[in-house]
């Protein structure tokens, strides 16, 4: 296994970072070094811009003299993480690595286990021929990067950690402001201190710069931190809080997938779902009766914070 190191002081050196929109994850092409096969690329984003995320790789693989592609890696299996898995597999021929906890499901193809049926999340089935395992090595770019265990917004999420540039790709578990939903907490199960663990692994890291799920890289971890502590002390004072959040992050991203639905379309998709319907049993508001009327009510708080728009009983992503 090649072991060269890079010898730039720039954490980005030979590192390329696809910072994309919300509903695609961002990607990280770990560009070869010198004895190794090819790139490797960290997370693919959402099937609806399987497209987009193929010509980026491919334009970022062409300006290195057409580098092969060596293999797929994914933090975690959420759909923006994990949705152009099928569409780069296709292209490139290339393996894929998926956290050791669901590559048996991935085997199978376990919509239940995988959570695209609880979450209602569109995705395109794909194969995986390699597991990825906290505490292991992953050898590329001439970087050794630490597999790190990171649960809470994921159980089988992991990090990727390179001590020797202070490198960390941090997925969903810390962004610059906050980080992912906690899906556990939705479904009933303990979550909350795993966030507060995983902040505290972060923080005994030498982390110079984060490269994030979502957002720009930045190099403030500290502040970040700081941030994400008063976030999580904030939800575990009020679940419910939490629970309404995930709620509505459950309409904004499948508004994202659809761009538009009709309203009675829309509250037909949630009740179906069955995350929502969970989050409905658990923390249904006072005072209403039913999982549509609460379904308008979030919409209507979601319209007037100018997340979505409704025109003509038609609600609309913007």
């Known amino acids: 296994m090649p072991r060269s190191r890079v010898s730039s002081t720039d954490p980005l050196a030979g590192l390329t970072v696809f910072e994309r929109g919300w509903l695609s994850s961002n ?36 300006a290195r003299a057409d580098e092969p592609l060596a293999r797929i890696v ?12 099928a569409a780069l597999q296709q292209a490139f021929a290339t393996p894929l690595a998926v956290p050791a906890g669901q590559a048996d499901a991935v085997q199978r193809w376990d919509d239940d286990a995988l959570s695209y049926r609880a979450t209602g999340q569109r995705i395109a089935p794909f194969a ?30 992991l990090m990727l950690f390179d001590a020797a540039h202070g ?6 578990a810390l962004w610059e402001h906050g980080f992912g939903v906690v899906f556990p907490e ?4 303990p979550g909350f201190d795993d966030v507060a663990a995983v902040l505290d692994t972060i923080a005994r890291l030498p982390v110079r710069l984060v490269i994030p799920g979502h957002g720009a890289p930045f190099a403030d971890v500290a502040g970040a931190l700081e941030r994400a502590r008063a976030r999580l002390a904030g939800l575990q004072a009020d679940p419910a809080r939490h629970a309404k959040h995930g709620a509505k ?23 179906a779902t069955p995350l929502f319907g969970a989050v409905w049993q658990r923390f249904a508001p006072r005072g209403v009766a039913a999982p549509t009327a609460w379904i308008e009510q979030l919409v209507a708080e979601m319209v007037n914070s100018g997340a979505l728009a409704l025109r003509d009983e038609v609600v609309m992503d913007i």
């Open 128 to 157: 995986a021929q390699q597991r990825l395992v906290a505490g292991e090595l992953l050898v590329a770019g001439g970087r050794e990067w630490q597999l790190l265990a990171a649960p809470g917004h994921d159980p089988h999420s």
């Open 74 to 85: 994914n933090t975690h299996l959420h759909s923006d993480h994990c949705g152009g898995n």
């Open 167 to 172: 490198v960390l790709v941090s997925a969903d």
């Open 186 to 189: 939705l479904e009933g199960e």
């Open 27 to 62: 990607n990280l092409l770990v560009h070869a070094a010198p004895g190794e096969a090819g790139a490797v690329l960290v997370d693919t984003g959402h099937v609806n811009h399987a497209a987009q995320t193929l010509a980026l790789v491919r334009r970022a693989l062409g």
């Open 249 to 271: 992050v459950l309409i904004k991203y499948h508004l994202m997938e659809e761009r538009s639905m009709a309203l009675g379309d829309l509250s037909a998709w949630a009740v």
